[in-house]
């Protein structure tokens, strides 16, 4: 029995020690938002925050994660979507398929919290999540006006509307 803290509530599951941490958020917690992706922590569909920092939960087992530590989905990120990054994403309609969009999100909120104002060159190191629609430009947009960079933010409205 393991006892995790997801979102701010305490859940306690009953599986596999080797069990990664991405199948008991969405098949014993029942939260969805974190997708299964490659399972080898390469195209972030399954980052979330742990602890305070961006992780890719398809690798983590549930054995490493202690009572004590926090993690947080893309559900418990802003319940009602009004995280600035989730308002960017969807002023700029950042998303094609949707599928990559919550590890993404979860990328640049976590580099927010760390870069207020992150430049180009902070984005693309942050931000190593796989896309397979090329949503890339708007991505950036979206982190740039979720940080108040609205010159940058301008320039990349600018360059999406001539792509």
Request: glycine content about 8%.
């Amino acid at each position: 029995m393991f006892q995790l803290n997801i979102n701010g509530r305490v859940h306690k599951v009953d599986v596999e020690p080797d069990t990664p941490l991405l199948w008991v958020i969405r098949e014993q917690v029942g939260l969805t938002g974190t997708k299964y992706g490659c399972g080898v922590a390469q195209c972030g569909a399954c980052s979330i925050h742990y602890n305070g920092e961006v992780m890719r939960s398809c690798v983590l087992p549930v054995s490493a994660v202690k009572p004590t530590d926090r993690i947080v989905t893309i559900e418990g990120l802003a319940r009602d979507a009004s995280h600035p990054v989730q308002r960017a994403w969807a002023e700029l309609d950042v998303a094609q398929c949707g599928f990559c969009q919550s590890g993404q999100i979860m990328a640049a909120a976590a580099l927010l919290r760390k870069k207020s104002r992150p430049t180009d060159g902070d984005i693309d190191e942050a931000m190593t999540n796989i896309c397979r629609c090329g949503t890339y430009h708007r991505i950036r947009a979206a982190i740039h006006r979720a940080a108040g960079n609205r010159s940058a933010a301008a320039e990349a409205d600018n360059n999406n509307a001539t792509a």
